[in-house]
């Protein structure tokens, strides 16, 4: 097999993906990987977490794909650690993924999130910039946006004003920093992926969501309760102004966001590309609680006992995307519905109902 240095001889690019502890491997970077593998003009290397456990997703990873992945553990905030990467590897483009990301964690805890989230994200540049590398696609949020002045949102959308969490103020706070930066150094080129709501599993069945303690994020919350390992669902919430009550939310399949960053990985690649740009990576319609969970019902055959609690705190009403930008100057869109993702998160969860703890 060959390393990653002769390898790049024969390749069009390089590009290094930085991978955040927070994404129980449900990370898009695991599932670019995949999707990159297939497109075989890059070659990756990942920066994971110096703590990182998941190393059994990695394995996964090579699985499916048939080729090594090249994954390094470093502190995103140790900037020697960083600069010994760029060292070692000619690196075209870095795919920023690194964060915290649970909303009502947090507003509990935001010094860990402006620590990690913002901190981190300016060493990165910082050792960007000492070494000559000046393109970037950035892991965003549709958080940004704080409560909707207008639905669908759009990429003009106000952001930062109405945020009402530490985590989407994090992202928010990156974002403008990024922008900065390239108004500062038209050598810059950033392209900023506003996720919306991520969820599903690779459709293997071999990685998916495996968070540790009591899910943050609800498809896990669900797949955890209809594969017994929990009582029931807690549904933060039934007095929003939706249809029924409660949170609206645009969830995207997992592999078809993905897709936009190898989408957007070629964009920022391209010759004429430069400066900074905004996608909205979803689906373009939402979904409430309750509908999600009789999705998820009917693509697993499991009944999903639920329980009305409080709201939780940071959290709107409703939020879903005008995803058309991505459509025309990505060539994105999403290509799984609903029962895609409800399908192929309980394939993830009934074949593994411990995640990814395996005998030894």
């Known amino acids: 097999m060959k390393t990653c240095e002769e390898a790049e001889i024969s390749l069009h690019h390089s590009y290094l993906g930085i991978n955040g502890v927070e994404w129980s491997a449900l990370c898009p970077s695991s599932f670019t990987t995949i999707e990159e593998a297939d497109a075989t003009h890059w070659i990756g290397v990942w920066v994971v977490p110096r703590d990182w ?26 900037k020697d650690e960083l600069d010994n990467v760029f060292t070692k590897y000619k690196i075209n483009c870095v795919l920023h993924f690194a964060a915290l990301k649970a909303v009502g964690e947090s507003v509990s805890m935001p010094l860990n999130y402006y620590r990690n989230n913002v901190g981190g994200s300016i060493t990165l540049l910082e050792v960007m910039k000492a070494h000559n590398v000046k393109k970037m696609v950035y892991s965003s949020s549709a958080t940004v946006y704080g409560t909707p002045q207008k639905l669908p949102l759009t990429e003009d959308h106000p952001t930062g004003l109405g945020c009402t969490n530490p985590y989407g103020k994090s992202k928010h706070f990156v974002e403008e920093i990024l922008k900065d930066l390239v108004k500062s150094d038209d050598a810059w080129s950033v392209i ?35 594969v017994g390992r929990r009582k029931d669902l807690k549904v933060f919430g039934n007095d929003y102004n939706t249809p029924d009550g409660t949170g609206v939310r645009d969830y995207v399949h997992i592999q078809d966001l993905a897709m936009g960053h190898v989408a957007a990985l ?19 319609s939402g979904l409430s609680v309750l509908q999600l969970v009789k999705a998820f ?40 519905d609903v029962l895609d993702m409800c399908r192929d998160t309980w394939k993830w969860q009934s074949t593994n109902p411990n995640g990814y703890q395996v005998s030894k």
């Not at 456990?53 to 905030?77: A, F, H, Q, Y």
């Not at 900023?192 to 709501?197: G, V």
């Not at 070629?266 to 373009?284: A, D, Q």
Request: charged share 25%; hydrophobic share 35%; aromatic share 8%.
């Open 297 to 336: 019902e009917v693509a697993s055959g499991q009944k999903v006992p639920y329980e009305i609690v409080g709201r939780r705190p940071g959290d709107i009403d409703a939020s879903y995307a005008d995803v058309s930008l991505a459509k025309k100057e990505l060539c994105w869109e999403a290509t799984k």
């Open 192 to 226: 900023s992926l506003r996720y919306f709501n991520p969820v599903g599993a690779h459709e293997s069945g071999k990685i998916g969501e495996d968070p540790k303690g009591i899910p943050n994020n609800i498809m896990p919350y669900i797949a955890q309760v209809a």
């Open 53 to 78: 456990t998941l190393w059994e997703c990695l394995k996964r990873v090579e699985e499916i794909t048939g080729k090594e992945v090249i994954s390094i553990p470093v502190d995103l905030c140790d």
């Open 266 to 284: 070629t964009k920022i690649l391209t010759p004429n590309f430069s400066g900074w740009k905004v996608y909205n990576l979803g689906t373009g």
